[in-house]
């Protein structure tokens, strides 16, 4: 979109004109009262160029050029897209004169005599342009404007073409406060109808009639945005009219959806079908068009036309649907649809002065809106009260449900106790937390293509130290070298108890010759050390370790505790005290030397679940 005629940095001046605008409006005023433009003339089609590429007709003085009131839709277009409009600036004592137009369908280009003054969206070669959308039109002229022509060379593809709305000669000053004193009303009527959708969203989420209060919800927050975007001074907070206009298209759209979905929750039997397929209809043509728009298949002008002939038929029906069961309502029902009623009409007319069916007049849109809003609010203070009440109520019972929460919660602590990842004996992890830490190791492992060492450790001869010592003496024991294996690998790996006298270290980012060193210091300082029970020296306490890498070993890092357990199984054979990493010549030497109910017991060793644990 080209603006010519404005400063590039307008929305910026804009704004401080109007912080400005009560400081200067008493010093500054217009010693000219805004004057409309009369005697307007129009041709059909397009200049030619000459050879200076200006057009043509700016120095035509043809016959072609007709007699019209007002500059939109001359008779005879017959599908034409372009056409012409020229007048006299009329005369007065201006300071700071622009003209002032309300909109413009579609494309434009003003001239002052021959000279280029104002340009809105862009011509191609053959005349014709895109819509850049509905803003109001500030056109700057020159102190000597009076008594000059004013041509206007307009493209449209639309149902309308020319100006539309207000078409005069104004001070600057002028139009800022016509356009905030316009706006007034529409921006505090939209402001307390976005409130009372916020409140009747919260009703929606907390309250029991969900759906009835979801609709009035969607309706206010739909009326208030379509408010927003038609008020004239939007154009002072951004300057983007095609995105004004869509968000206007969306939420104008969404009306007959929310009351359809508002009057269906209230009706029944063949009302309430015949609501549900109307306003499904109306939610189809919303997602249908806007979509068709934002992927450029159609303007989002076009739009408009076929939505307004759609509800022209929808509207009525449903409003005749409403007043025929209006008997049958609630008193909160019957004040909104009373208030419907005084909204639809002006809906209807804000429709047609939009398309030229009736000469164009300001519509109070937002009364109706008003209107509604203050139903919303009586049914927000009747709805209140019952829910007060309904929350005394369940205050009587709160008491109940918060000794239900507490058994419960003291049943979730006792499951949470029988699942614990702590071995109750050596304070170690156990196999659970083992697992889980494993798995995520391995995942990790790959991902960064990391070296991941297990070792698993097992104490030798434990058999012979419980039957000799006692139980108790072998869980002292099993403590003494789990709280070795913690010291050994803190800030290593993490250590847990696998099951009975077996324990694992899981060392990340450890290569296979550093897990073995780490594996050989700890066996030989465990056998170095003289355990003692109640007095009594429980000999030699010596550990068989077996090792295994990845990738050095499998390249798949959930291998690693079978392949860890045979190289242990290796280590065991080979005389015990010893720590054996794991190499391709055990796996096949397991399989050929032990018996088979040896290998079924190293089996189901490895792969007993967590629980057998406990």
């Known amino acids: 979109m080209l603006l010519r005629g404005y400063p590039q940095c307008r929305d910026t001046l804009l704004m401080m004109a109007f912080t400005i605008l009560m400081l200067i409006s008493c010093s500054l005023q217009a010693s000219t009262s805004p004057q409309p433009l009369n005697q307007w003339e129009y041709r059909w089609g397009d200049s030619p160029l000459n050879a200076q590429g200006a057009p043509q007709w700016l120095q035509d003085e043809s016959p072609d050029w007709n007699a019209i009131a007002f500059p939109a839709d001359p008779p005879g277009r017959e599908g034409q897209q372009n056409v012409w409009f020229r007048v006299v600036l009329p005369e007065g004592d201006w300071n700071d004169p622009v003209l002032y137009i309300t909109s413009i369908d579609l494309v434009a280009q003003a001239y002052l005599d021959d000279r280029l003054i104002y340009q809105y969206g862009e011509f191609d070669t053959q005349g014709r342009g895109q819509f850049a959308g509905w803003p109001w039109h500030m056109l700057d002229l020159p102190g000597d404007a009076a008594g000059k022509s004013l041509y206007l060379r307009v493209f449209s593809y639309y149902t309308n073409i020319g100006l539309w709305g207000e078409v005069q000669v104004m001070e600057r000053i002028d139009v800022l406060k016509h356009v905030i004193h316009n706006s007034a009303q529409d921006l505090g009527v939209s402001a307390l109808v976005l409130v009372l959708a916020i409140l009747a969203t919260i009703f929606a989420l907390i309250g029991p009639e969900r759906r009835g209060f979801g609709a009035i919800a969607l309706f206010a927050y739909a009326s208030g945005l379509m408010l927003i975007a038609e008020a004239p001074a939007r154009q002072l907070i951004a300057s983007n009219a095609l995105a004004w206009d869509t968000l206007r298209a969306g939420s104008y759209y969404m009306l007959p959806v929310a009351l359809g979905l508002l009057l269906s929750h209230w009706l029944e039997g063949s009302a309430k079908r015949w609501l549900n397929i109307l306003w499904r209809l109306h939610l189809a043509y919303l997602i249908g ?191 003494d070298i789990a709280s070795r294996l913690r010291q050994h690998f803190q800030g290593l790996g993490v250590t847990c108890r696998f099951g009975g006298e077996e324990f694992v270290a899981l060392l990340p980012a450890t290569t296979v010759e550093q897990a073995a060193g780490h594996a050989n210091a700890l066996l030989s300082a465990i056998s170095h050390q003289a355990l003692i029970y109640q007095g009594e020296p429980l000999g030699r306490i010596t550990l068989s370790c077996g090792v295994a890498t990845y990738p050095v070993h499998t390249h798949e890092p959930q291998k690693l505790l079978r392949l860890a357990d045979e190289a242990l199984y290796q280590a065991k054979h080979s005389g015990r005290n010893r720590c054996v990493v794991w190499a391709e010549s055990h796996h096949a030497q397991q399989f050929m030397l032990t018996p088979a109910s040896v290998a079924s017991g190293l089996s189901a060793r490895v792969n007993r679940s967590p629980e057998t644990d406990q």
């Open 289 to 479: 068009a806007i979509g068709l728009v934002q992927v450029g298949i159609i303007s989002l002008s076009m739009t408009f036309p076929l939505f307004d002939a759609l509800l022209a038929v929808t509207l009525p029906v449903m409003l005749m649907l409403a007043l025929f069961r209006f008997p049958r309502l609630s008193l909160e029902q019957r004040l909104l649809v009373v208030s419907f009623t005084v909204f639809a009409p002006l809906l209807v007319t804000d429709m047609l002065v939009a398309h030229g069916i009736i000469p164009w007049r300001p519509i109070p849109l937002s009364y109706g809106t008003l209107a509604f809003s203050l139903a919303n609010a009586a049914i927000f203070l009747w709805h209140y009260r019952r829910t007060q009440q309904e929350l005394a109520i369940s205050n009587e019972t709160l008491e109940l449900k918060v000794a239900a929460r507490t058994a419960e919660l003291d049943r979730l602590v006792h499951e949470l106790e029988g699942l614990s990842f702590e071995d109750p004996l050596t304070g170690l992890h156990n196999r659970r937390h083992f697992n889980t830490v494993f798995d995520h190791e391995c995942c990790r492992a790959q991902q960064n293509s990391s070296h991941l060492s297990l070792l698993m450790l097992d104490v030798d001869h434990f058999k012979k130290i419980n039957d000799h010592f006692g139980h108790d003496a072998g869980d002292s024991v099993l403590v």
